[in-house]
């Protein structure tokens, strides 16, 4: 589903990724973790298109398909989900537009008609009690205002709306409580299928013990330094970086 | 992806859609101004002797005023001898029914997307249609009647009801205000009048449209409201004009009086041909609107999407007299291409306990020039009054300005006033969190601008929001996306 | 309005006459320009958009005589900051004098001059800074300072250099007449230096009329505090302007405690990128005071930053005025501008009038403004009278955490300690 072959990427001529490689399948669960200033979220944004970033070499195949050739909004309506680690705020936006706004965009991308208002709060509503979040929030602007715990939240409601087949998770468990984050791993568990992928960037083995990963990688210096079943993470959680780092630099 | 330059270059694509010209005869008035022109104007009206002493007397005073200079808009020198100051349809000037109406006029109201067929009509909007210097049609008027709402041209209300005209006219904006009120109290041709008599809430929203449609004229529209004691009435102006290389002039005067408990909510889009993309020709809009919270808990609410004209020169203000009065101002300005926008509001607190809230978003995009100009004041007499302003401005490119000028003039220690303002451009993480939703450039901007005008647009009636939050996004249209 | 300015014209052409030597000097027709410009500029009458709520000419009424220093008069010079470890500079009616200054730098000879020193060795230098910022063509009272000024203070620290204490330059003004000073401070590249300023009055009235000009040159940085406390009948008019190269800071603090009527006049102009500067202001007007800031930062470069805090107090029948510009031209991108202005009436007598301003030409740029003017939070009130301190304990208390603020932003803390003991006084406190 997703294949990346030597990707490398700078901003302002500062390297970031450096011969990236990693495929993922569908079905698959991969987590990604990593020290401080490794590139994970860099890797998650450049997925997701964010042109700040510049591609000196490399490829991200996305079924098949040329991903770096499309536009962000284009790579969302072929299934591509970012949840942010810093959700942005817009004021005087609604929940309920913006979902509205966003899945008819799919929609139509893929040549459907727009979701009728009645099958739209029906989804709404089922989504939102699978991340126990407020209704009361779907009229108020978007994040605004909203707790750390409800803006993640909110992104999984949105993931769970816009049906992805690659959901980046960047850093969704920076900040949450053991509460929130197991609604999130919930939400994202109920969402797990054969058809659809993973990649969820961590920092800690915490959210790994409920979304359980196929694979996990350690990002270090812009590579992959190392990759291994759900032990690795373990392994990490008990040795801390310091020894990937003297691993590798030695 | 964002980049800018493409952005600039297709702001030059969005069109005005209401540019189009009514083939009808009409009758003008000589170009130019002398007091020949005005007894004209008054014969043509036939008005009683007193309108026409009280147009002349305003003459004078205008002939010893000067054009202000102090705005932050720059136009060349009017000259007011090439304009024609009244232009009316040649055949009957006011309709009984919609049977009587030129087929011209009804193609007019259609594209214009005016509600005139009273049956097909489920809102109840009332409509005075006001074409260069003549009302054409009002309708609803005999069922607003049975109310006892007055609702018709000011034209019919200085023939019919004198002495609520002689006791209002000029009583909120004084013919020596500024120079343009002065020029239009010497030369107003037409425009509405409301009564709402005492405790009787007006069962419909009342509409005017206004409509510039001859060349080289000038409309100087005049409207008077008035609202007794416990009334309230919901008031709604439409404006547009055809395109043409020549500058237009509109200079309206708006006087509004709320007595005790009443309330007057006044609604305008105003969409006057703005210029086209070069600044070529285009409305100049300088307009004195001001409305009296005389009463006890009255209460002004102005509400304004400006869209239109090359150069928009207007304050609409509350007086708040009475105690416990209420003022809101609300807008949206939007300007594009070469035009300038020096809009904004005044409050002033003379009342105990009085109320006003202000809430200015302005949109610069273009080349064009974007100001907010208000005045709070709290005079002596105000004890705990209080302000709250808010004014956000957004520019959309690198090639046009937004300034912000408030006064604020406090003279009373239990007054409270705030006033707060910022100006910001669509963050690139707002716009990128969108597109990784699926929205693209263009729908990720249209939906943040909506959003970031959302609390003026909740105040306008249903109907007007719609139309308001499409025309925001024709006048930008290709600007941001 | 023009008043008949002859009183002036005369005792300008009488300066002259006086002035034989100076007439080969390149200050002179700098000179005859300025008297020129003010001849036609005159006193600003109210009806002139900067002077709207301020009656200067209330005060001019009778034009006041200009100081005409010609013998250095013996004064008993009152005490200023003791305790701190300064250099002083003392001027006399506009005039430096050598006798009551006083440096703790050993090469502050090398920096520092008189104006009229440099003035009689047509030094070059001085005439590349001099009158370069300041408008005497629409600056009524800067055109009157050029055309009168005689003297003045010259500091132009060399690059890499900065003095070890900070500089105090004290203006006395011995008699009830107008002086006009002037002060000239260049910062070399990456040097810093420390500047406080103070008017005394030796009668219970007086004018003065400063104008400062200051260069800050690339990565070069500048704390300057400007203190008006004389409780006396002294009409104070400053004009400031400051032109900031690359990475450069300027750092102010405008502290007016007293005074029948104070102009403040300060002006920020960015010449190079990642300027910064933090303009902060305290007023308090008490009587019939009038207290009138005006601040202008003009962002023509991009990736700077710029900050204005001032908050006021108005008590009695005092009116205070605050008049703030932000300019972002069409190449400062990424600019980053905030202004706040807050402003408590003590009394129903007293006002304000606030007019925070912003003139926006870029469009990726983060700009905002504030202004309130409201009563002493009641909340805060409250909770201390809940602690047992009366109410008029708990207003002064309140109304001097509002001050402190400000003069927490003073770079020098005994400078901090000399504001705070007179706020504490005003506020018949103690702590």
């Known amino acids: 589903m997703l294949e990346i072959k030597n990707l490398s990427v700078s901003i302002d001529g500062h390297s970031i990724l450096d011969n990236l490689n990693l495929s993922v399948k569908p079905g698959e669960v991969h987590a990604i973790m990593g020290p401080n200033g490794s590139g994970k979220s860099t890797l998650a944004s450049v997925i997701a298109g964010r042109d700040e970033y510049d591609v000196n070499g490399g490829k991200i195949e996305y079924q098949g398909e040329d991903l770096l050739d499309l536009d962000p909004h284009e790579r969302a309506h072929k299934g591509v989900f970012l949840a942010f680690q810093y959700p942005v705020e817009i004021p005087g936006v609604s929940m309920t537009n913006f979902m509205k706004a966003a899945i008819n965009e799919k929609r139509k991308a893929l040549g459907q008609d727009p979701v009728v208002a009645k099958d739209f709060l029906k989804m709404i509503k089922e989504k939102m009690a699978l991340v126990k979040m407020d209704p009361k929030l779907m009229s108020r602007s978007l994040n605004e205002g909203f707790s750390g715990g409800e803006k993640k939240r909110n992104e999984i409601l949105q993931m769970a709306m816009l049906e992805p087949k690659l959901a980046i998770m960047d850093e969704t468990d920076s900040g949450l409580d053991i509460d929130a984050l197991r609604i999130v791993a919930n939400g994202v568990n109920s969402l797990r299928t054969s058809e659809n992928a993973f990649v969820v960037i961590t920092h800690y083995q915490r959210l790994l013990d409920y979304i359980v990963p196929d694979y996990v990688h350690i990002l270090y210096n812009g590579q992959i330094v190392k990759s291994g079943d759900k032990s690795l993470a373990l392994e990490l959680d008990d040795k801390g970086y310091e020894w990937v780092k003297e691993e590798v630099n030695a | ?481 | 309005m023009t008043k008949d300015l002859t009183p002036y014209i005369t005792a300008f052409d009488l300066m002259e006459q006086n002035m034989n030597g100076l007439k080969n000097s390149s200050i002179y027709p700098l000179r005859l320009k300025a008297m020129a410009e003010f001849e036609k500029l005159g006193i600003p009458s109210n009806r002139h958009e900067e002077w709207k709520y301020i009656k200067v000419s209330r005060f001019f009424k009778e034009l006041p005589a200009i100081a005409n220093p010609t013998i250095e008069p013996s004064i008993d010079l009152p005490e200023f900051l003791p305790s701190l470890k300064a250099n002083r500079i003392v001027c006399i009616d506009g005039v430096y004098s050598e006798k009551n200054s006083s440096f703790i730098d050993e090469g502050f000879n090398s920096y520092f001059r008189s104006l009229q020193h440099a003035y009689n060795a047509n030094d070059p230098i001085v005439f590349n800074y001099l009158n370069k910022l300041l408008k005497i063509e629409e600056q009524h009272f800067a055109a009157l300072n050029m055309a009168f000024a005689q003297d003045g203070v010259f500091i132009h620290l060399p690059d890499n250099f900065s003095p070890d204490f900070p500089i105090i330059i004290v203006n006395v003004v011995t008699g009830k007449h107008l002086v006009n000073s002037r002060n000239l401070v260049v910062i070399g590249e990456s040097s810093s230096a420390q500047i406080i300023e103070k008017v005394i009055s030796m009668e219970d009235s007086a004018y003065h009329n400063a104008a400062t000009e200051i260069y800050l040159q690339e990565n070069a940085k500048l704390h300057h505090t400007v203190i008006q406390d004389e409780r006396k009948d002294l009409c104070l008019i400053n004009n400031t302007e400051v032109l900031q190269k690359r990475d450069s800071q300027y750092n102010a603090v405008t502290v007016s405690l007293n005074g029948s009527l104070i102009r403040n006049n300060l002006h920020v102009r960015y010449d190079g990128e990642n300027c910064d500067c933090h303009l902060n202001g305290l007023y308090f007007g008490r009587s019939s005071d009038l207290i009138d800031n005006h601040i202008l930062v003009d962002h023509r470069k991009p990736n700077c930053t710029s900050n204005q805090l001032y908050k006021g107090l108005l008590d009695d029948k005092s009116e205070g005025v605050f008049n703030g510009k932000i300019f972002v031209r069409e190449d400062a991108q990424k600019t980053n501008a905030f202004q706040s202005n807050q402003n408590i009436l003590l009394s129903d007598n007293a006002g304000i009038n606030t007019k925070p301003q912003l003139e926006i030409f870029a469009d990726d740029v983060k700009c905002s403004h504030g202004a309130t003017s409201g009563q002493l939070n009641d909340e805060a009130l409250f909770y201390l009278q809940t602690r047992g301190i009366s109410k008029e304990r708990a207003k002064a208390l309140v109304s001097y955490a509002f001050a402190n603020e400000i003069v927490e932003k003073i770079e020098n803390e005994s400078v901090q300690n000399y504001v705070r003991e007179i706020l504490l006084d005003l506020f018949e406190l103690t702590l």
């Open chain 2, 1 to 481: 992806m964002h980049d800018d330059d493409k952005l600039i270059e297709k702001a030059t694509t969005g069109e005005y859609r209401y540019g189009f010209v009514t083939d009808i005869e009409q009758e003008t008035a000589p170009k130019g101004l002398s007091e020949d022109t005005i007894r004209f104007i008054s014969a043509k009206k036939e008005e009683p002797e007193w309108m026409l002493e009280w147009r002349l007397k305003a003459f004078k005073t205008w002939q010893q005023m000067t054009e202000p200079d102090w705005v932050n808009v720059h136009y060349p020198k009017i000259d007011f001898q090439d304009i024609i100051y009244y232009a009316g349809a040649k055949k009957k000037p006011q309709y009984e029914s919609l049977d009587e109406v030129d087929p011209e006029l009804l193609r007019t109201y259609e594209k214009l997307g005016i509600p005139v067929e009273e049956q097909k009509m489920l809102a109840g909007v009332a409509v005075d249609f006001v074409m260069d210097s003549e009302s054409v049609l009002t309708t609803f008027k005999k069922q607003l009647k049975e109310f006892g709402v007055i609702f018709c041209s000011i034209s019919e209300a200085i023939k019919e009801y004198p002495e609520l005209i002689q006791k209002h006219l000029g009583s909120v904006v004084p013919t020596r205000d500024n120079y343009y009120a002065a020029l239009n109290s010497a030369v107003f041709s037409d425009g509405s009048f409301v009564y709402v008599p005492k405790g009787v809430r007006c069962p419909m929203e009342l509409s005017t449209y206004f409509r510039i449609n001859a060349e080289n004229t000038g409309q100087f529209e005049r409207t008077l409201i008035i609202a007794e004691d416990d009334s309230y009435v919901s008031y709604l102006e439409g404006c547009t004009a055809p395109m043409r290389d020549e500058n237009q002039l509109h200079a309206a005067v708006v006087e509004l009086v709320a007595q005790d408990r009443a309330e007057i909510k006044y609604s305008t889009v105003q969409n006057w041909y703005p210029g086209n993309s070069e600044g070529k020709g285009g409305i100049y809009n300088f307009v004195t609107k001001r409305g009296l919270c005389n009463g006890v808990e009255s209460k002004i609410s102005w509400t304004q999407v400006e869209t239109g004209s090359a150069i928009t020169w207007k304050y609409p203000s509350c007086i708040l007299k009475g105690d416990r009065s209420i003022g809101e101002f609300y807008s949206v300005a939007v300007t594009n291409n070469f035009q300038q926008a020096d809009t904004g509001t005044k409050m002033i607190h003379i009342g105990k306990n009085t109320k006003s809230r202000i809430v200015s978003k302005g949109i610069s995009a273009g080349k064009s020039q974007n100001s907010y100009r208000g005045l709070v004041q709290m005079h002596k007499t105000a004890k705990n009054a209080y302000n709250f302003s808010q004014c956000d401005s957004l520019l959309i490119g690198d090639k046009c300005g937004a300034h912000t000028f408030p006064y604020l003039e406090v003279k009373n220690s239990s007054a409270q006033v705030e006033h707060e303002a910022t100006t910001s451009k669509i963050g690139e993480d707002m716009l990128f969190y969108c597109n990784q939703r699926g929205l693209s450039d263009e729908e990720a901007v249209n939906l943040i601008i909506n959003g970031y005008c959302k609390e003026v647009f909740r105040h306008l009636p249903m109907e007007f929001a719609v139309e308001a939050q499409n025309l925001l996004a024709i006048s930008l249209e290709g600007s941001v996306g």
